[in-house]
């Protein structure tokens, strides 16, 4: 019996040649077809088999192996046996390694076109062997697809493929490789594609089972850390993952063999983009005011790569004249974000810092488990530095003055908002000294430099003189902050026009030259002589901030309507800013000059140069829009609406094509709420923005093009609207449930138009048919029709059918039935019916369908009052046993005279019953309230109904009022327990309404009241205080496959009143905004406090165990103690995690007197991850005494935080002093 091997893949190749010579034997010269394989008409290849020891006895002359195919070309027919081409060759134990035994190897040549055959041995003397079945082999698959995923948890390498079913259904595992180049050299062509695929560390992967889905597509997820490196020449270089260049290939197998390896997938890197500082950032320094030695360090959030969001900070801080005493601080970034820091900032504290040294911080962010994946020659771009000095000791003589400060222009001037954006001045508060004018006898007297600021210079700019004059204004409004502080005025572009002339660069008397795009000043001292004999600290002030000298006008912007939320509309407006620096040898482009009515910011007088486009782009910080109607008759007609921040964050790539914008430019979105009075249906506004630092601002942008302020339309309902007539004025309507992309309900009605002789509809011919309210609001809206019947709930699946009496039609005349629409959004007004569906023409019957003797006919006068209910009073409606039964308070109807018998009568109907004939006269009482008449409709057959007015006079009743609740039975006696959040003791109540008059009370409300144990026993209580009310809140509605559950399911805390260490007993009522239930029964009484079950344990079996590490020092060790899991604070029944605990450990000496005196107090708290503390260290113990230490533990901020012993306790004795 001959068995297939799963041999070496020299055997498995698909050619004579190459199995040929792996079996020891010369390539044969013919071709790899054989006399049967040809009959059968196909390709036949070399495959490996074993022979059994008997078979390997016989001598090779006297055994042949034959082969039959398993499909048959004709039912019933019999395949014949071939005779096998066969060669000897010594095998390969595959999972051994070594050669196999007992037995003889031999490579049979079988034809490969059949998709199974059998094989055989056979002996001359007649002698035949079971048959042993043979699949062809597998085709290499095509070479997956490969890439890299990164997300804060780590890097998996996201690995997928498509395989041909057909082809491979033999197939059922399959393998991966992974070529790891250590170097990150891409792969070339040719040979040095080869050469460095030798250079490449290959890693193969376990195989896993392989079953393909319909379309033969398999993927597969690899951590990046089941890489390796070691064991080969690339692992001991050492090098970093981000520096690997990887390419992928697989190969498939059946249990026998495997295919050929695919080819390798597109190389791909592990390599992730380091955290980076948005363009323009900086690191900002400042000292604690108060605090000596202490610096505040705040920076913006740095930049994470797509798909991460977690970055940690490296803050660094060292003296430049001692580098090597640098101080360190890592702050993870939930931390770095928080303790007041400003939004989009972090935020840092340095401490111990000398006084008067200049000290260098460095802030270095990075990926908390990605560190490795990160290039090194990416770590200088993504740190901020910034330099600054410490205030000395000396006296104020001895200090330097303060840097120059830039201030908003006083009101007098226009102020930031109104400054003319052309104007590149600066209006500062600097030191008294550096300002001839003001200067005065005041010694030393220094003077104001200033020097360009370009990242893109490696060295910083050469200093240059500054004038400085006293601000001109009032007094008031030039009011320094400080004594020995002024405020003046700075021309930057006199000083740009005058450090252009004194270049040398060859440029013209009066040639103008712009001012750069950032500067930044610093005061020097003016005599140099005066140096002599002073401090250097002296000399010169610390450089100011870097200030933005103008900034340019953003392109023209656009602004479209967006779905902010459910009923909510905002307009986007998008506009583009600049990213990069413009170039030194840029052309100066020219203002975006716009006439005054048409919007556009005041041209620049003559002799002042031209920015170019996008200057100051990349350092706004704020940025405004401003709008107004479209049409040049509302050119004065403008409204600025208040500036807002400009988020980096949030600035994208503009999409391809955009305005033809380079990849240079970024996109950014501002928003603007539209609402009344501003924005009105159906008018087009146009917008302009444009961006500042809240110095200055850029000159307003174009208008946009004109956006029209609409509400979404609603789509008309599939399939349309289908009317079906039913005689006795009553028709059948069918339709979709429609929706609104506002995500609002939707008022739908239905018209009957009269239809003329022309086709066309009559004039004043429309009559109200029904009008119903869809979408989230659940109950329709009463008008001219009602619902009667409803069936399928799910009107987005099922089209709803309506039936509805229809009056005052005239026979025999045509009419259409229109579906009219409007969603319940007022944001721009009331919202107006547009009509969505509509039927053909018909012709209302002339005979009336007669049921009981009568027609039954159904109208309505919209002349009459409708009902309005009133809500009852809480005193009344607790204090009157009228109000214990079922009744509504409505209000007198408007016209008519007040009297025991007025001409209408009230009639009413139980919801859902609304039918001609299930009207009837409502039992009424006149009620003064206030002085104000009204109505006590009682008692009434139902819990929740309608009301309507009937005329008898005139035989017709108006139209029906909302739905009113009659009556509700109070709930039950609710079940109040005390339950821990992470943060807080809350109390949860709860109670289940079951009730058929539950289901009308969309709303409940709960009242607690303080109460103290009774005197004397018993286990009664008393109250201690008197009832809170708190505020209404709607009933939690649980629906399943069978029925909806209504239930009362609230929590309090500290912030509704509740007092800790109180006890407190509620009590619950239901109803809506008008009726309410009695109160409950009030509920056991439950204590405000941390429950019992939430304390923690020190379990069992754990003690305080004393380790000795010195004579005088002990190491105390516990086990954790245990504590259940917190709830959600609005969800007692979702688990949290477990609440923080704070830890103090007492050590106090045994006195011989007895009694004890405290030695010392440890106090321990939870670390950060949540993981609690094991041990303490206790030192200055004193030798040969004896020592007591206790455990307790507390809340951190839960209850009272009152310390509770833990039990575990340890008494021991120091050893003696030698």
């Not at 192996?65 to 134990?93: D, I, K, S, V, Y």
């Not at 082999?137 to 995923?149: C, G, N, Q, T, Y």
């Not at 050492?238 to 390419?247: H, N, Q, T």
């Not at 820091?341 to 270095?364: D, F, I, K, N």
Request: proline letters at 9%; glycine letters at 10%; a negative charge.
């Amino acid at each position: 019996l001959p068995s297939q091997l799963r041999g070496p893949t020299t055997f498995a190749a698909a050619s004579a040649a190459s199995a040929a010579a792996a079996a020891g034997a010369e390539p044969s010269a013919e071709p790899t077809t054989v006399e049967a394989a040809q009959e059968e008409g196909g390709a036949a290849a070399w495959f490996p088999f074993w022979l059994p020891a008997d078979a390997a006895r016989w001598p090779e002359a006297s055994v042949f192996c034959e082969w039959q195919p398993t499909a048959f070309a004709a039912p019933g027919a019999e395949a014949r046996w071939h005779l096998a081409q066969t060669q000897r060759a010594p095998m390969q134990n595959v999972d051994q390694h070594g050669p196999l035994q007992g037995g003889v190897g031999v490579c049979l040549l079988l034809p490969v076109s059949h998709e199974q055959v059998l094989v055989r041995c056979r002996h001359i003397a007649g002698l035949v062997g079971a048959p042993a079945a043979l699949r062809p082999a597998l085709a290499a698959p095509p070479a997956p697809s490969a890439s890299a995923r990164v997300a804060d948890d780590g890097v998996q390498l996201l690995l997928a493929g498509r395989l041909d079913v057909a082809a491979c259904r033999q197939a059922d595992r399959c393998q991966l490789a992974v070529s790891i180049l250590p170097q990150g050299e891409p792969a070339g062509g040719g040979g040095e594609a080869a050469a460095c695929e030798e250079a490449a560390v290959v890693q193969e992967f376990d195989a896993w089972s392989l079953s393909l889905p319909a379309g033969g597509e398999w993927q597969r997820r690899i951590p990046a850390e089941e890489l390796s490196l070691n064991g080969n020449s690339a692992g001991e270089t050492g090098v970093a993952p981000s520096k690997w260049l990887l390419r992928v290939r697989a190969r498939l197998g059946d249990g026998l063999r495997w295919s050929p390896w695919s080819d390798l997938s597109a190389p791909f890197s592990l390599a992730v983009a380091p955290p980076r500082p948005p363009p323009g950032a900086s690191l900002v320094v400042r000292e604690v005011r108060g605090r000596f030695g202490v610096a505040e360090v705040s920076w913006p959030h740095f930049v994470a790569a797509p798909g991460l969001g977690q970055v940690d900070y490296l803050v660094g801080v060292a003296p430049t004249a001692c580098p090597d005493d640098a101080l360190e601080q890592f702050l993870p970034g939930a931390l770095a974000g928080a303790d007041g820091a400003e939004e989009g900032h972090c935020r840092a504290t340095l401490q111990r810092l000398q006084p008067g040294l200049e000290y260098v911080v460095s802030v270095v962010a990075s990926y908390p488990k990605l560190g490795r994946y990160c290039g090194e020659e990416d770590s200088g771009s993504s740190a901020l530095c910034a330099s600054f000095t410490t205030s000395g000791i000396d006296a104020a003589e001895f200090e330097p003055p303060p840097p120059p400060t830039q201030l908003v222009p006083p009101k007098s001037h226009g102020g930031a908002d109104r400054r003319a954006p052309w104007g590149w001045d600066f209006w500062l508060e600097v030191d008294r000294r550096a300002v001839p004018e003001l200067r005065g006898g005041t010694l030393p007297a220094y003077k104001a430099e200033w020097r360009p600021v370009d990242e893109r210079t490696t060295s910083p700019s050469a200093w240059s003189p500054a004038k400085l004059a006293p601000a001109p204004g009032p007094a008031a409004e030039l009011a320094a902050s400080a004594p020995g502080l002024a405020v003046c005025r700075l021309d930057m572009l006199a000083q740009a026009q005058s450090a252009g002339r004194t270049s040398g660069s060859g440029e013209g008397e009066g040639e103008m030259r712009a001012p750069p795009e950032r500067v930044e000043l610093r005061l020097e001292m003016a005599d140099a002589g005066a140096k002599v004999g002073t401090t250097p600290r002296l000399w010169r002030s610390c450089a100011s901030t870097q200030w933005v000298t103008g900034f340019a006008a953003t392109p023209k912007p656009r602004a479209e309507l967006r779905m902010a939320a459910a009923g909510k509309l905002q307009v986007a407006v998008r506009f583009a800013l600049s990213s990069s620096a413009p170039g030194a040898g840029q052309a100066l482009a020219e203002w975006q000059r716009v006439e005054l009515a048409g919007g556009g910011g005041m041209p620049p007088p003559p002799g002042h140069p031209d920015v170019p486009d996008g200057y100051g782009h990349r350092f706004a910080q704020r940025l405004q829009l401003r709008h107004r109607l479209a049409g040049d008759q509302h050119a004065g007609a403008v409204r600025e609406l208040v500036s807002s921040p400009l988020v980096r964050e949030t600035l994208l790539q503009p999409r391809e094509g955009e305005d033809g914008l380079s990849c240079d430019w970024l996109m950014a979105t501002a928003h603007v709420d539209v609402s009344q009075p501003r924005f009105k249906e159906g008018e087009k506004h146009i917008f302009a923005v444009r961006i500042g630092d809240g110095f200055r601002w850029s000159a307003w942008s174009v208008f946009s093009k004109p956006l029209q302020v609409t509400l979404p339309p609603i789509e008309p309902p599939i399939g349309g609207l289908e009317v079906a007539l039913q005689g006795a004025g009553r028709v059948s309507c069918r339709w979709r449930r429609m929706q609104s992309a506002l995500g609002v309900p939707v008022e739908c009605g239905i018209w009957a138009v009269e239809v003329g002789p022309d086709d066309k509809d009559v004039r004043d011919g429309r009559q109200l048919v029904l009008l119903q309210t869809e979408g989230p609001c659940s109950e329709g809206c009463g008008g001219a029709g009602e619902a009667d019947e409803a069936d399928g709930a799910d009107g987005a699946s099922e089209p709803r059918c309506v039936v509805a009496t229809v009056g005052s039609l005239e026979p025999q005349r045509r009419y259409r039935f229109a579906l009219l629409a409007r969603p319940m959004c007022f944001m721009l007004g009331p919202p107006t019916f547009s009509e969505v569906a509509s039927t053909e023409p018909v012709v209302w019957p002339g005979d009336t369908l007669a049921v009981g003797g009568s027609a039954i006919v159904a109208l309505e006068s919209w002349d009459l009052p409708v009902p309005s209910p009133l809500p009852v009073p809480d005193a009344l409606e607790s204090g009157s046993v009228r109000w214990r039964g079922r009744a509504v308070l409505l209000a007198w109807p408007k016209g008519v005279v007040v009297s025991e018998d007025p001409p209408l009568e009230l009639q009413a109907c139980a919801s859902g019953h609304q039918t001609p004939e299930c009207w009837a006269a409502a039992p009424w009482s006149l009620l003064r309230l206030q002085e104000r008449p009204c109505i006590v409709a009682g008692p009434l057959p139902f819990f929740q109904g309608r009301f309507r007015w009937y005329s008898r006079d005139r035989r017709i009743a108006g139209p029906r009022g909302d739905a009113c609740l009659a009556y509700a039975d109070p709930p039950p006696e609710p079940y109040a327990y005390a339950f821990c959040s992470t943060i807080a003791v809350r109390v949860h109540v709860w109670a289940s309404l079951g009730h058929e008059s539950h289901r009308c009370t969309p709303y409940c409300q709960v009242r607690f009241q303080r109460v103290d144990d009774a005197s004397g026993g018993g286990g009664g209580v008393v109250p201690a205080g008197d009832w809170v009310v708190c505020a209404e809140a709607e009933v939690e509605c649980l629906r399943d496959a069978s029925e909806a559950r209504f239930q009362v399911s609230l929590t309090f805390g500290e912030e509704d009143g509740l007092e800790l260490k109180g006890k407190y007993v509620f009590s619950a009522r239901v109803g809506d905004r008008c009726r309410r239930s009695q109160w409950s029964y009030n509920s056991p009484p439950v204590t405000f406090d941390v429950p019992e079950s939430m304390l923690p344990q020190a379990g069992a079996g754990n003690e305080l165990q004393v380790e000795a590490l010195a004579t005088s020092s002990v190491r105390f060790w516990w086990r954790e103690l245990s504590l259940p899991r917190a709830a959600e604070a609005r969800r007692p029944e979702a688990a949290s995690r477990a609440p923080a605990l704070e830890y103090r450990m007492d050590v106090s000496r045994c006195l011989d007197s007895g009694g004890i005196e405290r030695h010392a107090t440890i106090l321990l708290e939870d670390n950060e991850n949540g993981s609690r503390p094991f041990d303490a260290t206790v030192h200055g113990l004193l030798p040969g005494c004896r020592y007591f230490a206790a455990l307790a533990c507390r809340f951190a901020r839960l209850g009272g935080r009152e310390w509770r012993k833990t039990g575990l306790t340890a008494a021991f004795e120091t050893p003696r002093a030698p």
